[in-house]
T-cell receptor, first 114, second 114 residues
Framework: AQSVAQPEDQVNVAEGNPLTVKCTYS??????LFWYVQYPNRGLQFLLK??????LVKGSYGFEAEFNKSQTSFHLKKPSALVSDSALYFC????????????FGTGTRLQVFP | DAGITQSPRHKVTETGTPVTLRCHQT?????MYWYRQDPGHGLRLIHY???????DKGEVSDGYSVSRSKTEDFLLTLESATSSQTSVYFC?????????????FGDGTRLSIL
């Protein structure tokens, strides 16, 4: 079955330190992967996507993600965390059986401490 | 921000009553989606639409119906609300074209069923 896993419910990091939010996926064929961020009382905002090409994808607000096909992972990264990065992050993969749909992970709460 | 308006933003109602949530877009996008967000489950697709009068079920469609009589509006109806349908509901839209286009989300409707 197709799926996305975000193994950490919460990630804590000090401001100024690098951050990583983990995502692994299970789909047949080449995956189309997305990261979204959700701030309190708001909808999800698109951060970045991987379709094909360079394994390091750059997105909004200084975030980037690294696609690793052998490890079936698509981890979200940022070199220097800000307190304002504190939010809920979702990884998603295109449903390869119905490409109109996305399959979302359960989300990871990022807490950046001053 | 994508031109998506969800109404109402908050609603409290009683078990057994009908409820209709509205999603309105100003982007003229073909695809529209309804999700529910619950702790520990991430986002789960309820129904989606790929054009006027064209809809399909998602993974948690039981107890929900949808209608799309014009491009800009996508309605979600709970025919007889139950407490298990207490959730935050999000509408999303996607531009026609390649499946690589990201979905863009509204700010949600918080629905409480007592």
């Amino acid at each position: 079955a197709q799926s996305v896993a975000q193994p950490e419910d919460q990630v804590n990091v000090a401001e100024g330190n690098p951050l990583t939010v983990k995502c692994t996926y299970s789909v047949s064929g080449n995956p189309y992967l997305f990261w979204y961020v959700q701030y309190p009382n708001r909808g999800l905002q698109f951060l970045l996507k991987y379709i094909t090409g360079d394994n390091l994808v750059k997105g909004s607000y200084g975030f980037e993600a690294e696609f690793n096909k052998s490890q079936t992972s698509f981890h979200l990264k940022k070199p220097s965390a800000l307190v304002s990065d504190s939010a809920l992050y979702f990884c998603a993969v295109r449903d390869m059986k119905n490409t109109d749909k996305l399959i979302f992970g359960t989300g990871t709460r990022l807490q950046v401490f001053p | 921000d994508a031109g998506i308006t969800q109404s109402p933003r908050h609603k409290v109602t009683e078990t057994g009553t009908p409820v209709t949530l509205r999603c309105h877009q100003t982007e003229n996008h073909r695809y529209m989606y309804w999700y529910r967000q619950d702790p520990g489950h991430g986002l789960r697709l309820i129904h989606y639409s790929y054009g006027v009068k064209d809809t399909d079920k998602g993974e948690v469609s039981d107890g929900y119906s949808v209608s799309r009589s014009k491009t800009e509006d996508f309605l979600l109806t709970l025919e007889s609300a139950t407490s298990s349908q207490t959730s935050v509901y999000f509408c999303a839209i996607r531009e026609e074209g390649t499946v690589n286009q990201p979905q863009h989300f509204g700010d949600g409707t918080r629905l409480s069923i007592l």
